[in-house]
């Protein structure tokens, strides 16, 4: 079974251009994640949906980025204006719908630098 | 809010030694708890899970228990080999819900 898949892999961009990263997430998997790690640390929750419903982004810089899922299936997370701070891996995760045991599957993530 | 606190940022071993990672916890729920690997390159992976109704987990040789008196959770080895090296994550998080990962302990194994 193919897991989780992001592109572009590397993006290099100079300050106030926008860039838009893609996720397709393991078939059947009816919740995704998009999650910030900036350099040396954990990841951060910035969105999620349920299907193609956004539950929660209240973490989500919503001025400059913006995420959807219009089919609940495959996602893209943009930004708009990006800012030498958003310099991070963007992680996409997906999990099954299931009470207990909640295992999200993470992409390798596109690793982001704005110079 | 859910926050989780791992103080140990690098530990450095050789081979066959025992690895120990503290995490302590904060939420106002019943947490599920885990410990998340991240290898160079890769998104992080599950290593292995606990819940409320089970103290201890335990997945390819590693270990973890969970204190909900100390709101701890720690991560054991009994003998590590170099390929263990990697970034370890305790993890907060529960159904369908996003994760609070702690800052990582980056693990170095020598052999």
């Known amino acids: 079974e193919a897991g989780v898949t992001q592109s572009p892999r590397y993006a290099v961009l100079q300050e106030g251009q926008a860039v838009s990263f893609w996720c397709d997430p393991i078939s059947g998997h009816d919740t995704l994640y998009w999650y910030q790690q900036p350099r040396d640390q954990g990841p951060q929750l910035l969105v999620y949906f349920r299907d193609e419903a956004v539950i929660d982004n209240s973490q989500l810089p919503s001025d400059r980025f913006s995420a959807v899922r219009p089919k609940g299936t495959n996602s893209t997370l943009k930004i708009q204006s990006a800012k030498q701070g958003d310099t991070a891996t963007y992680l996409c995760?997906?999990?099954?719908?299931?009470?207990?045991?909640?295992?999200?599957?993470f992409g390798p993530g596109t690793r982001l630098t704005v110079l | 809010g859910d926050s989780v606190t791992q103080m140990q940022g690098q530990v450095t071993l050789s081979e066959d030694d025992f690895l120990f990672i503290n995490c302590t916890y904060s939420?106002?729920?019943?947490?599920?708890l885990f410990w998340y690997v991240q290898y160079p390159g890769e998104g992080p992976q599950l290593l292995l899970k606990v819940t409320t109704a089970n103290n201890k987990g335990i997945s390819r040789g590693f270990e973890a228990t969970y204190d909900k008196g100390t709101t701890s959770f720690h991560l054991q080895k009994a003998s590590v080999q170099e390929s263990d090296s990697a970034v370890y994550y305790c993890v907060l998080g529960g159904y369908a819900q996003g994760l609070t990962f702690g800052l990582g302990t980056r693990v170095s194994v020598f052999p």
């Open positions: 995760a997906s999990s099954f719908p299931d009470w207990e045991y909640a295992e999200q599957f």
């Open positions: 939420t106002t729920w019943y947490p599920t």
